[in-house]
């Protein structure tokens, strides 16, 4: 059956620095992959799609990659601010229905 | 706002009691999802609505729970004689669905957290 792997440890960073998330998958071939950001007690926000054949998406700050041959994406957040501290689920799916990693939290130090 | 409304926000039930959850997905949406969503883990789907229709509710758990969307808008995820494992969070998303939603953003409510005594 599918499984998707995040970041098994929870990430501290400095401010300013640059935060990489890993989201592997394995036992299937998505066609895009979501990203989406989910702060205590609220709903997933959605922030990135990449679909197969891009290799790299950016918005902001926001640097996503996706490699089909490693089955892996890389999620990054560049000069990392303490509002960026949430926990940050991948989504690597074929269809409409949506299957999630457990996610990783940020938390950015000031 | 206009954005994903989900009622109640939380829901204390005993054993063995029925509960109701209802969403309110952003208006014209054609797309309508609920997840379920257990603590340190991300959502799982649940089931998935085309306007009234339910296309797909391979994810419920079991045949006690039950989802609806009569009139194609708003939706109730109903949960029967409840059990301690169903306590969860259930998310519902809605989203644009006009043709392929395979790849659009989903639009999450806040969830409500239900716990089973």
């Known amino acids: 059956s599918q499984k998707i792997e995040q970041n098994s440890e929870a990430l501290n960073i400095q401010e300013g620095k640059t935060a990489t998330l890993t989201c592997n998958y394995t036992?299937?071939?998505?066609?895009?992959l979501q990203w989406y950001r989910q702060d205590p007690g609220r709903g997933p926000v959605f922030l990135l799609l990449?679909?197969?054949?891009?290799k790299e998406k950016r918005k902001e700050r926001l640097k996503v990659t996706f490699d089909t041959t490693l089955k892996q994406s890389l999620f990054h957040i560049t000069a990392s601010q303490p509002a960026d501290s949430a926990t940050y689920l991948c989504?690597?799916?074929?269809?409409?229905?949506?299957?999630f990693g457990a996610g990783t939290t940020v938390t950015v130090r000031a | 706002g206009a954005g994903v409304s989900q009622s109640p926000r939380y829901k204390v039930a005993k054993r063995g009691q029925d509960v109701a959850l209802r969403c309110d997905p952003i208006s014209g949406h054609v797309s309508l999802f609920w997840y379920q969503q257990a603590l340190g883990q991300g959502p799982e789907f649940l089931t998935y609505?085309?306007?009234?229709?339910?296309?797909?509710k391979s994810g419920l758990p079991s045949d006690r729970f039950f989802a609806e969307r009569p009139e194609g808008s708003v939706s109730t995820l109903k949960i029967q004689r409840t059990q301690q494992e169903d306590s969860a969070v259930y998310l519902c998303?809605?989203?644009?669905?006009?043709?392929?939603?395979?790849?659009?953003?989903?639009?999450f409510g806040d969830g409500t957290r239900l716990s089973i005594l």
């Open positions: 036992n299937y071939s998505p066609a895009y």
């Open positions: 609505f085309q306007n009234e229709a339910q296309l797909d």
């Open positions: 998303a809605s989203s644009l669905g006009v043709r392929d939603s395979s790849n659009q953003p989903q639009h």
């Open positions: 989504a690597p799916s074929n269809d409409y229905k949506l299957s």
């Open positions: 990449i679909r197969e054949n891009e």
